[in-house]
């Protein structure tokens, strides 16, 4: 009786695996792995959903696939480095977005009623999204704040930058992805 046991066990917990690896392959886009989806250069970026200011969801891989290049950046209004940054932000993001380049300002640990006045203080124009459960902050693994991921049009994780960053910076990275380099 225990060899059958143990038989049945073991076919059980293959089935379980097989499914469980088959759902997996279902749920990634563009056909991806799990080996290489993640927060790093080179992987396909994490896709994720969260609600703008207008409370309108707005999906990663939507974004992706209107642009050539998407910004993904976190920030709060608590991180003086963040603030420091966004004036460069805005003057990148007025030169760039005709030519398809989205940034996705991803706030984090603000009060999501107070966001709205901030963004508006300082110019905000691209879109910000807000992160209240630290769902997306978790899932890209961010240990400093500001961070700033560059994503191609296919994706693709390109380049990350942990910590304030400015216009010339963001611009020499962003072309290189624009050119294919």
Same mark, same amino acid.
């Given at each position: ?6 038989? %049945? ?6 089935? =379980?695996?097989?499914?469980? #690896? @088959? $759902?997996?392959?279902?749920?990634? /886009? ?15 970026? /994490? ?7 207008? *409370?309108? *969801? ?5 974004? @992706?696939?209107?642009?050539?290049? $998407?910004? @993904?950046? &976190? ?11 966004? /004036?460069?932000?805005?003057? &990148? ?24 006045? =901030? ?6 124009? =691209? /879109?910000? +999204? @807000?992160? %209240?459960?630290?769902? #997306?902050?978790? +899932?890209?693994?961010? $240990?400093? =704040?500001?961070? $700033? &991921? ?27 992805? +624009?050119?294919? %380099?």
């Amino acid at each position: 009786m225990l060899k059958i046991s143990r038989y %049945k066990t073991h076919w059980v917990n293959l089935l =379980f695996l097989v499914t469980l #690896v @088959i $759902t997996l392959a279902i749920m990634m /886009p563009n056909g991806t792995t799990a080996a290489n989806v993640g927060p790093q250069i080179g992987n396909q970026a /994490p896709d994720f959903t969260l609600n703008n200011l207008a *409370s309108k *969801s707005v999906g990663l891989y939507q974004v @992706i696939k209107e642009n050539k290049v $998407t910004l @993904i950046n &976190f920030w709060g209004m608590w991180c003086p480095y963040c603030v420091q940054e966004i /004036p460069e932000l805005v003057d &990148f993001y007025k030169q760039y977005h005709q030519r398809r380049v989205e940034i996705l300002a991803i706030n984090v640990g603000d009060n999501p009623n107070v966001v709205p006045l =901030f963004v508006k203080e300082k110019q905000m124009s =691209f /879109p910000v +999204l @807000i992160d %209240k459960n630290n769902w #997306v902050n978790n +899932l890209y693994q961010i $240990t400093g =704040f500001p961070t $700033t &991921f560059i994503i191609d049009s296919q994706g693709k994780i390109k380049d990350m930058i942990v910590g304030g960053t400015n216009q010339a910076a963001l611009a020499a990275k962003v072309e290189m992805v +624009l050119t294919g %380099k």
